[in-house]
C-alpha cells in the first residue's frame, strides 16, 4: 500500500511565474512544487490494483506520469478551488485504459462545480462533436459519514478554508492489510485549511500520518501559517507528519533543519509504503 505526494505546492506552484527569489531559482528539486494532490495505491482484499486521486490538479497529467499511474479508480475532492479541480479532464485517459466509468466523491457545492466547468463531461450529449471526454459517476459525500472504497475506509473530516467549507479525509486501511504495510496508516489529510471545527477533532485521534496545510510564515486569511501547523501537530501528535500546500515562501532544506522532530515538509514524488519510513 503507497501513498504518494502529486504536488505539495500552492495554488501558483514554484517556482512562481516572473519570481527570481531564492526559492524559485533553487537548484533543490524538492522546492520544486506542482499544485497539491496524492494517490493511494493499494491491492484489495480480491487481488486488484486499485489507485485513488485526492484532488484532480492542474498539473495532473504531469503528475500521473512522473508517479507512473497506470489507472484511477476513484478521485475524491476536498473543494471546488481551480488547483484542486482543473484536471480532471486528465483522467479520460485512465477510462480509456481501464474501460471502465471512474467514481468521483465531492460535497454538493463542489459536484455542482465540476458539473459547471466541466459540462462537456456531464452533458455530453450537447457536445457540437463526439469527442474523447471523461466517462465519471459522482457521488455526494458528507463530513463525518465514512465510505468504502475498495476496503479502504474514508471519512470526510469537515475543515474551514478561510469562510469556506471543505472537507480533509481520514483513511482507515483495509483490514487485510497487515505487517509492515500498516505502518503508516490511519492517515488523515488536511490541505488548505485555516481550522479545525471542536467537532472534527476527534477524527484525527490515532492517526499515524497526519498531512496537513503549511502555507507560509506570515498569516494568511484561508491557510495555516508553518507555526500554526506544528501547533496542531503537536496536539494532534501522529508518528509523523508533513506538510503540503507550501508557497515560494519556505525553503525545503533549511524550513525541515527548523522543524521539531517527527514533522518535515513532504515535497513531490515523496511515497509512503511499506518498504519506507522517510527521515
Not at 162 to 182: C, K, N, T, Y
Request: hydrophobic share 40%; net charge negative; with cysteine.
Amino acid at each position: 500500500m503507497r501513498f504518494t505526494f502529486l504536488g505539495t505546492g500552492t495554488s501558483a506552484g514554484v517556482p512562481a511565474i516572473a519570481c527570481s527569489c531564492a526559492v524559485c531559482t533553487s537548484t533543490d528539486p524538492r522546492d520544486q512544487r506542482l499544485r497539491t494532490g496524492a494517490a493511494i495505491e493499494f491491492v484489495d482484499a480480491s487481488g486488484s490494483p486499485r489507485t485513488i486521486l485526492i484532488d484532480a490538479t492542474p498539473d495532473l497529467r504531469q503528475q500521473a506520469l512522473r508517479a507512473k499511474l497506470s489507472r484511477c479508480d476513484a478521485v475524491l475532492f476536498t473543494h471546488n478551488h481551480v488547483d484542486h479541480t482543473f484536471g480532471l479532464d486528465e483522467v479520460r485517459r485512465f477510462n480509456a485504459v481501464q474501460r471502465t466509468a471512474i467514481d468521483i466523491y465531492a460535497e454538493a457545492h463542489t459536484l455542482d462545480h465540476l458539473r459547471r466547468v466541466f459540462m462537456h463531461i456531464f452533458e455530453s450529449d450537447r457536445n457540437v462533436n463526439q469527442s474523447f471526454v471523461a466517462t465519471l459517476i459522482a457521488f455526494q459525500i458528507e463530513p463525518d459519514r465514512p465510505i468504502d472504497l475498495f476496503g479502504l475506509t474514508v471519512t470526510p473530516i469537515r475543515r474551514m478554508h478561510g469562510r469556506l467549507p471543505i472537507v480533509g479525509f481520514r483513511f482507515d486501511a483495509p483490514e487485510h492489510l497487515s505487517g509492515p504495510a500498516r505502518r503508516h496508516w490511519p492517515l488523515a489529510y488536511c490541505t488548505d485549511v485555516s481550522a479545525i471545527p471542536p467537532e472534527s477533532w476527534s477524527r484525527l485521534v490515532g492517526v499515524r500520518t497526519l498531512v496537513l496545510d503549511a502555507l507560509r510564515h506570515r498569516h494568511h486569511p484561508t491557510h495555516l501559517t508553518l507555526e500554526q501547523s506544528v501547533n496542531i501537530a503537536h496536539n494532534v501528535a501522529a508518528d509523523q507528519t508533513f506538510f503540503v500546500h507550501m508557497a515560494h515562501d519556505l525553503a525545503h532544506e533549511t524550513t525541515n533543519a527548523t522543524l521539531p522532530t517527527g514533522m518535515r515538509l513532504a515535497f513531490d514524488g515523496l511515497t509512503l509504503d511499506e518498504h519506507q519510513i522517510p527521515d
